[in-house]
């Protein structure tokens, strides 16, 4: 019942593939995380995600790849053989057992010494000293959730899995506990694999994002990199919300010129995805200057358009700006830079070619558009 | 109304009010579903109240079911009467045997049709409910029947398979409710805190599945003690307590009766109570 011996190293799936009866849940997922990172896996429900964090527990069993810590193939090993502990979406405390005996389960199984200590220890990490003769049941949901990260913690796993961790929460202690978490993982440096569907969520605490959809990885890689580079359209509109508007090249040098239904503007090599003369343009709507008509235009990207709604939200104003060609672009100003466009304004939309990306046009446009989740 | 307070002064009017009238109405209303309880109750427990009052009865004579004479006689000498003691005594016997065999067959099948699935799970759920259903006068016969054609000799044996067998239907009901509202979570979260399955079997599933199993037993115990019909078909020669009640009320029912009736239902209602009494500590203790 010992733990594996520590085998250290990075956690790697191989081709990793999981199907049900009638569906692919996990399709050929190939991923490196590191050791000691905060790693992500986001996406809608369905996804996959939490299979693919179920076969790395050892609670379902691939059809077929690998799963490796280190050099170490885990794939069909009983799940109490793993050096993986959980952290589950409903916590799972066990009702019966008081605070202490659930944080020092993992250790009585496997007959260590000096549980009280370690227990103690552990329960201050999270800040819940005091609370060990309480019953799980007598614990506040955020107190509870604690209690399942010390439970697991305790073990020193290779791998922490932390399950949607942060569902059950109000959104106030969802940030104080988001803080929380990537708190603990920088003091224990212990791997945390996090499965989400909040992209905020991912985005706060994660080192390293993989966006899921269908059973695959669409782009991995840091929140910056992600939101800022986004390399498919369901990226784009997933993460945050993005103007994609449809494009042909018409001159490639150091950089692209694309023509969008007229209007001529520029976007960097490096930020396109597709070697495609048919692109989606993408422009993120906090990158967007909006300005009347007849004022200077601040940037080199421009497209003319009529304010069709605005929105004033505190932090910012959100417009709808309809262009030529009937298309809905969204644009959120800064409540600083007061344009004073209204509704039936005439506008120039106009914004930076580096903030500009662009993707292979053979996408649905409309893919990872946030619909309202029914599970959480 | 100012005039409409429950202290009532001597210069009040004795003729009733309008708004009076309307009181009573209200009262009446409102305390309504506690008058219909108290008769409900009332007559739940009217039997009850006869068995103890009448396990201090002297009789006159063995024919009379009047109360003549109070005496503790009855309980200081419960085993005065022939052969009632023995017949108590094979309850007893029968009755824990019963509650043993069926109480663990009868979680074995629980966890089996909620944990597995297995072909034929749907039917069996629905076959479990038939012995519950079918009426006793059935099963005892074909019982009979089956033990007579197998040359199977009639006795203690025949009635302890007989009450097993009707016992399981209710252990399965009752303990697979349990587990059905049991967390699959938390058996995995065992195994992933290094549980293997057995641990996590006697660790967490078992404890948190016990208060099921516990009143599976006491329910087939109380099913098996007091059985009847079954019994009498498949007894042979053996008596039973029910058994020995109904041949004894030919003749009179001796007053002894009573006061293994009365000291049984005090034993179930001590059960009860500190199976309350636990119960609230617990609840106290998970807030």
């Known amino acids: 019942m010992a733990q594996a011996e520590s085998v250290g190293g990075d956690l790697q799936l191989v081709h990793l593939t999981k199907m049900f009866a009638t569906f692919t849940a996990v399709d050929d997922l190939n991923l490196v995380i590191p050791k000691g990172s905060f790693f992500a896996l986001l996406g809608p429900s369905g996804c996959g995600k939490t299979t693919t964090l179920r076969m790395v527990a050892g609670l379902e069993e691939p059809t077929s790849g690998q799963i490796m810590i280190g050099e170490k193939d885990i794939s069909f090993e009983r799940p109490y053989r793993r050096p993986v502990n959980t952290v589950f979406q409903s916590y799972a405390l066990f009702p019966h057992l008081d605070i202490f005996e659930n944080v020092a389960f993992g250790l009585r199984r496997r007959k260590v010494k000096e549980v009280k200590s370690q227990v103690e220890a552990i329960l201050s990490l999270v800040e819940l000293d005091g609370f060990a003769r309480r019953m799980p049941a007598q614990l506040s949901g955020g107190q509870q959730q604690r209690v399942a990260l010390a439970r697991a913690l305790i073990n020193k796993p290779e791998v922490l899995l932390l399950d949607e961790p942060l569902g059950a929460l109000d959104l106030k202690l969802r940030r104080q506990m988001q803080i929380e978490l990537k708190r603990i993982q920088v003091e224990v440096g212990i791997t945390f694999v996090h499965v989400t569907h909040d992209q905020e969520e991912a985005m706060t605490m994660a080192d390293t994002i993989a966006v899921m959809n269908g059973g695959k990885v669409e782009q991995m890689g840091s929140p910056t990199e992600l939101y800022e580079n986004p390399r498919t359209t369901f990226v784009a509109n997933f993460l945050g919300q993005s103007n994609l508007i449809s494009g042909k090249v018409f001159e490639r040098s150091d950089d692209l010129g694309v023509e969008l239904y007229g209007n001529r503007i520029r976007v960097p090599r490096s930020r396109t995805s597709s070697n495609s003369d048919s692109l989606w343009v993408g422009v993120r709507p906090e990158k967007i200057n909006i300005t009347l008509a007849d004022r200077p235009i601040p940037a080199a990207n421009v497209i003319p358009g009529v304010v069709t709604d605005a929105s004033y939200i505190g932090v910012s104003t959100q417009y709808l700006v309809k262009t030529a060609w009937s298309e809905e672009l969204m644009v959120f100003e800064q409540n600083l830079l007061n344009s004073g466009a209204r509704p039936g304004d005439s506008v120039n939309l106009s914004w930076d070619p580096a903030h500009t990306f662009a993707l292979d046009a053979n996408q649905d446009v409309d893919a990872g558009v946030e619909v309202p989740e029914a599970d959480s | ?287």
């Not at chain 2, 023995?86 to 069926?102: H, P, Q, R």
């Not at chain 2, 025949?158 to 252990?171: K, P």
């Not at chain 2, 009179?252 to 009573?258: L, M």
């Not at chain 2, 009365?262 to 179930?268: N, P, R, Y």
């Open chain 2, 1 to 287: 109304m100012p005039t409409a307070t429950s202290t009532r002064s001597p210069s009040q009017p004795v003729l009733k009010t309008p708004s009076q009238i309307h009181r009573a109405r209200v009262w009446f209303r409102s305390h309504l579903i506690l008058l219909v309880g108290i008769v409900v109750l009332g007559y739940m427990f009217l039997p009850v109240f006869v068995v103890v009052a009448l396990s201090f009865n002297e009789p006159k004579s063995r024919l009379t079911y009047t109360f003549d004479k109070f005496t503790f006689n009855n309980w200081l000498h419960p085993c005065q009467v022939g052969d009632m003691c023995t017949a108590v005594g094979t309850s007893l016997k029968i009755g824990i045997l019963a509650t043993i065999g069926a109480t663990l067959i009868g979680t074995l099948m629980a966890f089996a049709i909620v944990r597995h699935r297995f072909r034929g799970r749907a039917v069996t759920n629905l076959l479990v409910f038939l012995p519950m259903a079918s009426p006793e006068v059935v099963m005892g016969s074909s019982l009979l029947t089956l033990f007579v054609a197998a040359k199977f000799p009639l006795g203690f044996w025949t009635i302890l398979i007989a009450h097993i067998m009707f016992c399981i239907s209710f252990v399965v009901v009752t303990v697979k409710a349990r587990l059905a509202g049991l967390d699959p979570r938390l058996e995995q979260a065992a195994m992933d805190l290094y549980a293997d399955e057995w641990q996590t079997f006697r660790r967490i599933t078992l404890p948190l599945v016990m208060p099921g199993i516990v009143s599976a037993a006491l329910l087939a115990f109380s099913l098996s003690f007091d059985d009847f019909i079954v019994t009498n078909f498949n007894s042979g020669s053996t008596v039973t307590f029910p058994m020995f009640v109904w041949g004894a009320a030919q003749r009179g029912i001796p007053p002894q009766v009573n006061v293994i009736g009365t000291a049984m239902f005090l034993f179930a209602l001590t059960l009860v109570l500190i199976s309350q009494l636990l119960g609230a500590r617990r609840r106290r203790r998970l807030g």
